[in-house]
C-alpha cells in the first residue's frame, strides 16, 4: 500500500513546503484540501493549477486527491451542489488529481432513501464529466452516512465507474461498524482509505497514529488480507484541534508505525 497525508493537517501551508515535507518524511502522496481559506481552491487559474502539479511532480509526490466539502446530499435545489461539483472536478483534473472527494450532507432526521436519492441524483449528473476528466468522484463514509453500508446504498443507485467511495476509518467504528464489515461492503466501490486515531468514541481530539482508539491495525489486516494495494491516507485534523501537536513532527513516526502495521520496515 501506498501512503499520504492530507494538508488537513498542515493548514495555509504553501504547496512547496507541503511537497517537501512529503518527500523528506518518505510519504508517497498528499491529499489537498480545497477551501477558499486553503492555497488549493476552486478559484485558481489555470497557470496556477500547473504551477502546483509541477511542485509535486518534480517532487516526486503524488496528489492522491482533492478534498472538497461538497455535499452532495444537501437539502435545496441541485444545482448549486451541482455547480460546485463541477467547479471542484475542473480542480482536480487541472491538478492532476485522479480523485475528488465529496461529503454526504444530508440534514438531520432525513428520510434515508429520500437523501440517498438526491445524493445518487447529483452524482450521476456529473459522473460522465468526471469521467472524461479522468477524475471519480467519492462518497466520503461522514456525517448522515458515517457507515460502509450508508454510503454503498447511494453508490448501488449511480450506477457509474467514475463514483466511488472513500473509507474514512474514524465514522463507520463510531457508528458501531467494524473493519471486517465495513470492508466487504464498500470493496466493489473503494477509491482509498483515510487513516486517523483519536482520543477515544467520546473524545475525537486527534492523536498520534497508534496513540488512540480507532482500530487501525484491524483495518489494515482486512486489507491486506484482502489483498487490498491502494492508498492509506492519514488525516490529521490539525485544521479543527490547534492546540494539538504540529503534524510535520509526526511525519516519521507515523510513516513508521503504518509500515510497522503492513509488516514493513522503515
Given amino acids: ?15 512547496a513546503d507541503v511537497a517537501r515535507l512529503a518527500a523528506e518524511h518518505g510519504w508517497h502522496g498528499v491529499e489537498l484540501r480545497a477551501g477558499h481559506d486553503e492555497p488549493v481552491h476552486a478559484g485558481l487559474t489555470e497557470r496556477e493549477r500547473a504551477s502546483v502539479r509541477e511542485e509535486f511532480r518534480s517532487s516526486g509526490v503524488a496528489i492522491v486527491a482533492v478534498a472538497s466539502y461538497v455535499q452532495v446530499a444537501a437539502p435545496g435545489e441541485d ?4 455547480r460546485g461539483l463541477r467547479d471542484h472536478v475542473r480542480l482536480a ?3 492532476g488529481a485522479p480523485h475528488l472527494r465529496v461529503f454526504p450532507g444530508a440534514e438531520n432526521g432525513s428520510a434515508p432513501d429520500v437523501a440517498d436519492t438526491r445524493a445518487a441524483r447529483r452524482l450521476a449528473a456529473v459522473a460522465p464529466e468526471a469521467a ?9 463514509t461522514h456525517d448522515s452516512h458515517r457507515t460502509g453500508a450508508d454510503v454503498a446504498r ?52 486527534p492523536v498520534p497514529l497508534g496513540r488512540g482508539a480507532v482500530p487501525l491495525a484491524g483495518t489494515i489486516e482486512v486489507l491486506s488480507r484482502a489483498g487490498w494495494d491502494g492508498w492509506l491516507c492519514w ?3 490539525r485544521r479543527w484541534y490547534p492546540q494539538v ?19 514493513e520496515s522503515a
Avoid: C, I
Avoid at 501506498?2 to 504547496?15: C, E, H, R
Avoid at 472524461?132 to 466520503?140: C, H, Y
Fill in 245 to 263: 501537536r504540529a503534524l510535520p513532527e509526526l511525519l516519521s513516526r507515523g510513516r513508521s508505525h503504518l509500515l510497522g502495521l503492513l509488516g
Fill in 1 to 15: 500500500m501506498k501512503l499520504a497525508f492530507s494538508t488537513l493537517g498542515v493548514p495555509g501551508l504553501p504547496m
Fill in 79 to 82: 444545482e448549486p451542489v451541482l
Fill in 132 to 140: 472524461d476528466l479522468g477524475v471519480r468522484l467519492l462518497l466520503e
Fill in 154 to 205: 447511494v453508490l448501488g443507485l449511480v450506477g457509474h465507474h467514475s463514483t466511488g467511495a472513500l473509507w474514512d476509518v474514524l465514522h463507520p467504528w463510531l457508528g458501531g461498524e467494524q473493519p471486517e464489515y465495513t470492508y466487504p461492503v464498500l470493496a466493489p466501490y473503494l477509491g482509498y482509505v483515510q487513516v486517523k486515531d483519536v482520543s477515544s468514541a467520546q473524545d475525537t481530539t
Fill in 93 to 95: 483534473a487541472g491538478l
Fill in 235 to 237: 488525516e490529521y485534523e
